[in-house]
């Protein structure tokens, strides 16, 4: 089944310690993207990237990073920058970045990042 | 960046009523679209419009795509408990051709049975 994986479900972190979140896809699709979520805030938008080895920052970058090495995977980095990092985290992609019509994207099932 | 305003934030309603949420922007979109989001997992798409003044269903679910190409609509007819979740919409801006999707902050739907 195609899909998105992201990994791990959950994960905790220590203050000023660096982690990596893991977002594979089998859909064969061009663009993905990570997506930071916190209770009535909705869907903000932290890195995206159309290409390989291409990415562009989103609304809130700031403390995060990102690589895109693989068309299959866009593993996001929270770093000790990123003062209030305890949040819900998706990884999405679509065919394409939409041109003149967005293009439908498909989520994965997160990943929760708690502060120990 | 810019949000889109989706209203209401949340509800409470009975099972078997109908419910109705709304997207609205300043802007003008050219795709609108329709999530549902379950507890601790990724929103699923549910519909998606391309045309201004396009009516679409999925079941029980029906989206509209507003004629001034600044709202969209969903409705859902007599709910059940599995409706629960936040529901999201989503639009590409018409001025932003090659930009990330726009996302709505969700309406969070509770049926009581």
């Known amino acids: 089944d195609g899909g998105i994986t992201q990994s791990p479900k959950y994960l905790f972190r220590k203050e000023g310690q660096n982690v990596t979140l893991s977002c594979e896809q089998n859909?064969?699709?061009?663009?993905m993207y990570w997506y930071r979520q916190d209770p009535g805030q909705g869907l903000r938008l932290i890195y995206y990237?159309?290409?390989?080895?291409?990415?562009q920052k989103g609304d809130i970058a700031e403390g995060y990073s990102v690589s895109r090495e693989k068309k299959e995977s866009f593993p996001l980095t929270v770093t000790s920058a990123q003062k209030n990092p305890t949040a819900f985290y998706l990884c999405?992609?679509?065919?394409?970045?939409?041109?003149?019509?967005?293009?439908?994207?498909?989520f994965g099932d997160g990943t929760r990042l708690s502060i120990l | 960046g810019q949000q889109l305003n989706q209203s209401p934030q949340s509800m409470f309603i009975q099972e078997g009523e109908d419910v109705s949420m709304n997207c609205t922007s300043s802007s003008i979109f050219n795709t609108w679209l329709w999530y549902k989001q379950d507890p601790g997992e990724g929103p699923v798409l549910l519909i998606a419009l391309y045309k201004a003044g396009e009516l679409t269903s999925n079941g029980r679910l029906t989206a509209q795509f507003g004629i001034t190409r600044k709202d969209s609509f969903l409705n859902i007819s007599a709910s059940i408990p599995s409706d629960v979740g936040i529901y999201f919409c989503?639009?590409?801006?018409?001025?932003?051709?090659?930009?990330?999707?726009?996302f709505g902050k969700g309406t969070t739907l509770s049926v009581s049975s």
């Open positions: 859909l064969n699709h061009d663009a």
């Open positions: 989503a639009g590409q801006q018409a001025s932003q051709a090659g930009t990330a999707l726009i």
């Open positions: 999405a992609s679509s065919t394409r970045l939409g041109d003149v019509l967005g293009q439908p994207q498909h």
């Open positions: 990237s159309q290409i390989v080895n291409d990415f």
